[in-house]
């Protein structure tokens, strides 16, 4: 794909024309903007890029799209993805869904995809909420959420993605926000360019259904001390004053002030993201804003087998082996008999 | 010594090899059909096996069974036996009703007839031959004891050496119908190439059973059967699933397309991935998904990428799939979807034959959701029906349903291996050159096909999905009248495959007034059970459907032609049904078995008797 490396292309490239049908104000918006723009910066050509999504207002997102696109079933957008990329490994391919899709009736397909490793970007829009079907709880809504189908609040606890990325033995996983644009290119782009599976989980703001959801952690006055922009080999540093680290705390993490009872900056770990080990990941990813700030940012992001390419692989061993050059070779390889 | 008057000379013979589903009568079935399909015999398998992997040893739910019919204008594994291979009582008394009596034999090991062995099969007498009634000749074999006594000096634990009098009664049975015993040993060594103290124990013992036939023979009738040349070419066995298999890759040479399966494994179209999971040697990437849904979804994704992209499954996992071929229907994809129809509703009979599937074939999506059907004939079929599926799926764009069932795809029959070049090429619906450019994603060629671009390809870059589209644009649309339209579209596209497929064939003898049809797997015992009515006196026509949606556009022309169309199907009457919903005029009268047994020719011998006789 020497073409894709040396040409640029432009945001524009990568948009169609349509009108995009999301409610004004959705945070959908935003992330279709920064895909647009982490594609033209990853620079693979539009017709050699596929969005694959499912359904959901999330998955309407390839018909925004001026790549080959395809729109599928509720919940299957992980399955459809791995085959298509088995089928087509040139083709770089991102899967969209939202936490219902992805993480409710698509649930078994997105850890499977996960576990298989298989090359696939795999976008996660997480509102917290059914939005196209007007307002009921999804998997990632919080225990007692009052919903349409909750109105007295679930009494069910939710899932968290990352924990289930790292139960399935995920190997890439980033976390963005909405209102965060170059966060969430720098994240997608990221996610471009690990192989494997590339999980995304982007907190996204319903308007009408969950609105404000998310504000805990994303409102402009208290953002910066309750998140982390983690990046690969730098300290963990965070806060209005940017005076703030997180260090190891016996088996756990902890947020500390730097000068204050005694910790300095050399104490704030670094963060290393290509570590196997998915321990400190883990530990990482499920601070949540209120003791620990929620981190943002490239997780994890390791290597390891690729299902597409280890499929690829012995594909061209086992032929090389076995040698034949067509069906009636193998068969004629068999055990026969002649009838003159 | 060979008593010359015993032997029996004839076109045709029926074996059931019977015993606990742990005896191995897979297996020397499976070697006794490819030394018969060696000499020249054609051959007709019925595996018949429970499932229950390993059910109490000596039970009746644990018997399994291998039937072989060989020898001249074999179309059936065989209505009754005429050789019962029984390794235990279970054995004996679950397979009796299956023996040709009078006339049988009967060859049993009379090791495990014990009193534990007939309380463990149910007897309530001691005497287990009288209390089933047998009218055969019994050959009582102490094949256990014998075993035990060839491999005394083999150094084999008493387990292992059990583990051999499956093959003892195959060296007996090869006596018996005068079959070269160093075929035989040939399929042994290969088998157990990497255990050569066991290659050795069988040898010892395939010898022993042999000769033991030879030495106490006397009282038993030998069969030799008669030959006709077959047409000249290099065979093998092959059974039909693994015809399904080899039939799509053939299509993915043919077409030019990469062949995809993705499945999940189930009884009994689990071989088709198993055979498809070798064939990497051949390109193909089949790949086991963690669901049904995920088979065919994974199915879709291929194809939407560009390949030739199949899914394979029975009933449970075709309900399971029917969203994702809704999909396919709407996105206009080609996709082929094996059913290998198994007993049912829910689980049913997962080891058993039943066509109950047709109308969830047709009919089971939401919405208007027309797919075209297909449906092999035989074991040997179902290759050229995967081609077929293959074919249609690519040149119409469409999703393809190829219904085989358990009989025939575990059945198996010697199979002229054919060249490339007696099949068609497979062309697929590309975007035309002329239409770069302007092209729009739900553009149409005139048999209302829609044009696959693939991924990949500069300027081709489009987007598709489940709602539905513009029938110009390609752009979302929900207006009323555009949405009909493209509803008779896509059923017009399906409408107009009758214009390319093979006009419908049938059989039709002076002065019958009567046609018997059925379709797919249901085909040797149909056309038997009509070749011999006609032959004793009732002209019979016949007509074996294999496009079923949409059918040969000759079908009404044929089935008018008769005063009564009797339709034979193991189902409560799902193609009687059909065919009486598209031609309102005929007069359909139905002949139906839901046992999970495939016919017997007698039984629709008599059925049709019992109808020309009201």
Known sequence: MEENITTQYTPAD?????????????????????????????????????????????????????????????????????????????????????????LAIGGNHFIHAVRRNVDINMLLLNNKIYGLTKGQYSPTSDRGFVSKTSPYGTTEDPFIPAELAFGARGTFFARAIDVELQVSQEVLAAAARHKGASVVEILQNCMIYNNGIHNFITDRETRPDRTIHLVHGEKMIFGKDKNRGIVQDGFGLKAVTIGVDGWTIDDVLVHDAHTPSNFLHQQLAMMDGHELPLAIGVIRDVEAPVYNEDVDRQVEEVKAAHGFDSLRSMILAGETWEVK | MLDKANVIDTDKVVVRFSGDSGDGMQLVGNIFTNVSAGIGNQVSTFPDYPAEIRAPQGSLGGVSGFQVSIGNDVHTPGDLCDVLIAMNAAALKANARNLRQPGGVAIVDIDSFKDSDLKKAEYTTDDPFKELGLNAQVLEVPVTTLTKAALADSGLDNKSMLKCRNIFCLGLVCWLFDRPLEAAVNFLRKKFAKK???????????????????????????????????????????????????????????????????????????????????????????????????????????????????????????????????????????????????????????????????????????????????????????????????????????????????????????????????????????????????????????????????????????RIGGLEKDFVTGAISTSPENHERMVMVRREKIERIANNIPALEAIEPQGADTILVGWGGTYGHLRTAATELTAEGTPMAFAQLRYINPLPANTREILGRYKRVIVAELNTGMMADYLQAKFPELKIERINKIQGQPFKVSEVKDAVKAILSK
């Open chain 1, 14 to 102: 990568f948009k169609n024309g349509s009108p995009v049908r999301w409610c004004p104000g959705c945070g959908d918006h935003a992330i279709l903007n920064s895909l647009h723009k982490a594609m033209a910066a990853v620079g693979v050509a539009p017709h050699n890029t596929a969005v694959i999504s499912g359904i959901g207002c999330s998955s309407r997102l390839p018909y925004y799209m001026g790549t080959y696109g395809f729109h599928t079933i509720h919940g299957r957008s992980a399955a459809i993805a791995t085959g298509f990329k088995l089928a087509n490994p040139e083709m770089t391919v991102w899967q969209v869904s939202g936490d219902g899709d992805g």
């Open chain 2, 196 to 462: 050569p103290a066991i290659f050795a124990a069988n040898e010892k013992v395939i010898h022993a059973g042999y000769d033991y036939g030879h030495n106490i023979h006397a009282g038993v009738s030998t069969y030799r059967i008669e030959s006709e040349a077959a047409r000249p070419g290099v065979y093998t066995d092959i059974n039909g699933n693994t015809a399904t298999a080899w039939g799509l890759i053939m299509a993915s040479e043919k077409s030019g397309r990469p062949l995809f399966l993705g499945s999940y494994p189930i009884t009994p179209a689990t071989d088709i991935l198993q055979e498809l999971a070798k064939r990497k040697d051949l390109g193909v990437k089949a790949c086991q998904m963690e669901d049904e849904i995920a088979g065919v979804c994974s199915a879709i994704g291929a194809s939407f990428a560009g390949n030739l992209a199949v899914t394979s499954t029975s009933g449970p996992g075709l309900a399971l799939k029917s969203e994702g071929i809704g999909l396919a229907v709407m996105a206009e994809l080609p996709l082929v979807v094996i059913d290998v129809q198994r007993g049912g509703p829910s689980t049913g009979l997962p080891t058993k034959t039943e066509q109950t599937d047709l109308m969830q074939a047709l009919y089971g999506r939401n919405g208007e959701s027309p797919v075209a059907v297909v449906a092999p004939a035989s074991p040997t079929d179902c290759f050229t029906m995967a081609f077929e599926a293959s074919r249609i799926a690519i040149e119409h764009m469409t999703p393809v349903i190829l219904l085989s069932d358990a009989f025939i795809g575990n059945g198996s029959s010697a199979w002229r291996i054919p060249d490339a070049d007696e099949y068609p090429a497979i062309k697929p619906n590309y975007v035309p050159d002329d239409l770069a450019g302007s092209w729009k994603p739900y553009d149409r060629n005139d048999d209302q096909v829609r044009y696959w671009a693939i991924p990949g390809t500069p300027g081709l870059a489009h």
